[in-house]
């Protein structure tokens, strides 16, 4: 079925609410958004066509790669945001069990943002904020933050730390980087 640009199938019975147009899915299913190119399983998903679908023990797999998981994820179909909280965890090719307290996947840019609490085991990082740019293969850890790649880095709250990937692996991290370097990340590391 299609419900406002994304094509939802159903595990099991669905409960409309005339009045609003709400669907809930208790038994959960799928919803794949092709034009933002992310699909998502959940257990249990609400669906406000062309505004919001909100899911629990919820897995989004992103066409660029990733896979994002948590126990709540709320995609805002008007904003163009997927935010997850709760036992969540990202990972692609280039960052490994990334844990946070809230990741947001920007749908129309592909920025991933990563805040609370941020570790990853590959690279072994932590951090306030990650911000990472798919386009670019680039992404800035926000301080107070700690990395072991190289002879290693840290930064004190405020700071910043710029990454180059080059493929999967991390080719570069770049301490104390230039406003210029900085400036695409800025609106999403507020």
Same mark, same amino acid.
């Given at each position: ?28 299913? #799928?919803? @794949? ?5 992310? #699909? ?5 998903? =609400? ?8 899911? =629990? ?5 992103? +066409?660029?790669g990733g @896979? ?10 008007k904003a163009? @945001?997927?935010?997850? @909280? ?5 990972s692609d ?5 990334? #844990? ?18 941020? +570790?990853?085991? +590959? ?5 306030? #904020? ?7 293969? =680039? ?6 933050? =700690? ?44």
């Open positions: 079925m299609n419900f406002g640009g994304l094509n939802v199938t159903p595990r099991g019975a669905q409960n409309l609410n005339l009045e609003t147009g709400a669907t809930d899915m208790p038994q959960g299913g #799928t919803a @794949t958004d092709n034009k933002g190119g992310l #699909t998502l399983s959940a257990s249990r998903m =609400q669906l406000k066509p062309g505004e919001v679908l909100s899911a =629990q023990g919820a897995t989004v797999k992103i +066409k660029r @896979t994002l998981s948590a126990a709540q994820v709320t995609y805002d179909l163009g @945001t997927v935010t997850a @909280t709760g036992n969540v965890s990202y090719a280039r960052l490994s069990s990334l #844990t946070a307290s809230r990741v947001v996947l920007y749908v129309k840019s592909g920025f991933v943002v990563a805040s609370g609490s941020v +570790k990853a085991s +590959k690279p072994s990082l932590s951090g306030s #904020t990650l911000a990472f740019d798919p386009n670019t293969m =680039q992404a800035v850890l926000a301080g107070p933050f =700690q990395i072991s790649h190289g002879q290693g880095a840290a930064g004190p709250a405020g700071s910043r730390l710029l990454m180059t990937f080059a493929g999967n692996a991390l080719l570069n991290a770049t301490p104390r980087p230039s406003a210029d370097d900085l400036a695409r990340f800025n609106p999403y590391l507020k």
